[in-house]
């Protein structure tokens, strides 16, 4: 039976080390704790080497937690990885679960034959998938002759074979041109209308602003702040948005530019410090 809860996603205490030859016991995550309700989605920014990744594959099973726990609709991401699995799928960004010699639809065949999709509900499903991201007159051309926004498309295609709950997105933008770019977050919004829970990790702020319900913003393994894009902007005082107004004010003369406006990336910067 069907889990129904508000919070399908919950972190607790969540810590992982790992040993480095040079400098011994390395701890990338340190006792984070956040929670994702259904239907939102929901983003980990911060900068390269914070912990999203490492967060994401605790979360999808890939990965033991050193201390704390990571649960998806209540059941513990590492003893309960099963179950788990039932519920969720993940993109993580470039195109490494792709067959560049296949086409589009062979490689859905393939993934598909690994979920144990009968052979007789494959065409149908495929050719649904490929539409829904925006593939349809592609679906018999070889992944190597892909845009890069395109492949990526492609992999949400494929994660979504097994009719997830939840996707997982890691840095799914990463090296894709503007209008690739562009395209994949309309895709994320068009999922998420649909009823898909989605969390994202991205190190672009104009990204997370655009597309989360709430942000975590992690640095170093640490949990700064968690909030929706005002309740960010109201964690910095009125006199350092002042400040941070007058600099960009001053910086904006210079490049003869209007806007005025603090964005996320103002109160990530300020909160992040000296990375």
């Given at each position: 039976m069907e889990k129904?809860?508000?919070?399908?996603?919950?972190?607790k205490g969540l810590k992982r080390s790992f040993k480095t030859p040079k400098n011994g016991e390395f701890?990338?995550?340190?006792?984070?704790e956040f929670s994702v309700k259904e239907g939102e989605i929901f983003g980990l920014l911060g900068p390269n080497g914070a912990?999203?990744?490492?967060?994401i594959k605790?979360?999808?099973?890939?990965l033991a937690p050193s201390e704390g726990?990571?649960?998806v609709f209540g059941f513990d991401t590492f003893s309960e990885a099963k179950k788990v699995?039932?519920?969720i799928n993940f993109v993580f960004g470039g195109e490494r679960s792709l067959?560049?010699?296949?086409?589009?639809?062979?490689?859905?065949?393939y993934f598909a034959d690994l979920y144990k999709i009968p052979s007789k509900d494959q065409k149908e499903l495929i050719e649904k998938l490929i539409a829904q991201v925006g593939l349809s007159e592609f679906i018999d051309k070889k992944v190597e002759t892909f845009s890069k926004g395109m492949k990526q498309r492609l992999q949400i295609a494929r994660a979504l074979l097994n009719n997830p709950k939840v996707i997982f997105l890691d840095e799914p933008s990463i090296g894709l041109d503007p209008v690739g770019a562009k395209e994949l977050r309309e895709l994320i919004k068009k999922l998420s209308k649909e009823g898909v829970t989605i969390l994202l990790t991205t190190h672009y702020m104009p990204e997370a602003e655009e597309l989360c319900d709430r942000?975590?913003?992690i640095k170093k393994g640490e949990l700064l702040a968690l909030d929706d894009v005002v309740g960010l902007q109201n964690l910095v005082s009125y006199e350092r948005k002042e400040e941070i107004k007058a600099k960009k004010e001053r910086e904006q003369e210079e490049k003869n530019k209007k806007n005025l406006e603090i964005t996320l990336e103002d109160i990530y910067i300020e909160l992040l410090g000296d990375a």
């Open positions: 129904v809860m508000d919070n399908i996603i919950d972190v701890e990338a995550i340190k006792g984070i912990g999203k990744t490492t967060t605790i979360l999808t099973t890939m726990e990571a649960k699995r039932e519920y067959y560049w010699r296949l086409s589009a639809r062979d490689n859905l065949a942000i975590a913003i």
